[in-house]
T-cell receptor
Framework: AQTVTQSQPEMSVQEAETVTLSCTYD???????LFWYKQPPSRQMILVIR??????QNATENRFSVNFQKAAKSFSLKISDSQLGDAAMYFC???????????FGTGTLLAVQP | GAVVSQHPSRVICKSGTSVKIECRSL??????MFWYRQFPKQSLMLMAT?????????EQGVEKDKFLINHASLTLSTLTVTSAHPEDSSFYIC????????????FGQGTRLTVV
């Protein structure tokens, strides 16, 4: 079964600095989707970025980018120029193409220090 | 963008009663909706997958008679917690995918259920 692991329960970053959140996953599939979701204190799940496994190019959305290493099954999220509003719980997720289920990691709580 | 509306956002009910939570896709058709439960500071735990016009598929360990799911249309799925007990108190979140676009999931704002 597919699993998603986030090894950093909590992270902290200074405002305007860069932080990288780690995520690894396990799958035997060759084609799949990976996501990073943000959950602020409001608890609304917000999509941050998406990566298709068949694309070698790393996805980028403004200050958010990923380092997708397919062979290593690693999918880290880099947040540049961190802002106070980036403080949230971040979940890495894998989309199981066969069942359409999203499999979430345990989350990383990111604090942004002013 | 796609909007998923979940109602109510908060509900308090007495032990032994039932409570219904609605999940609506406002601007798209969703053939599949998902229901999650989230405990404080924990990840989302998938409870069941709701397919329009068919019975929901429950994850292992989830009581289907306690958590009744109905997906009667392409825009509405409901979760009914029957005979609620204090241990059912939690945060429940739904998500939906567009018809024929099995990638991004859109989430409702969640429902905080408190059973007293």
């Amino acid at each position: 079964a597919q699993t998603v692991t986030q090894s950093q329960p909590e992270m902290s970053v200074q405002e305007a600095e860069t932080v990288t959140l780690s995520c690894t996953y396990d799958t035997s599939e060759s084609d799949y989707y990976l996501f990073w979701y943000k959950q602020p204190p409001s608890r609304q799940m917000i999509l941050v970025i998406r990566q298709e496994a068949y694309k070698q190019q790393n996805a980028t959305e403004n200050r958010f980018s990923v380092n997708f290493q397919k062979a290593a099954k690693s999918f880290s999220l880099k947040i540049s120029d961190s802002q106070l509003g980036d403080a949230a719980m971040y979940f890495c997720a894998y989309l199981d193409g066969a069942t359409n289920k999203l499999i979430f990691g345990t989350g990383t709580l990111l604090a942004v220090q002013p | 963008g796609a909007v998923v509306s979940q109602h109510p956002s908060r509900v308090i009910c007495k032990s032994g009663t039932s409570v219904k939570i609605e999940c609506r896709s406002l601007d798209f058709q969703a053939t599949t909706m998902f229901w999650y439960r989230q405990f404080p500071k924990q990840s989302l735990m998938l409870m069941a997958t709701s397919n329009e016009g068919s019975k929901a598929t429950y994850e292992q360990g989830v009581e289907k008679d306690k958590f009744l799911i109905n997906h009667a249309s392409l825009t509405l799925s409901t979760l009914t917690v029957t005979s609620a007990h204090p241990e059912d108190s939690s945060f429940y979140i739904c998500s939906a995918r567009r018809w024929r676009a099995n990638t991004e999931a859109f989430f409702g704002q969640g429902t905080r259920l408190t059973v007293v």
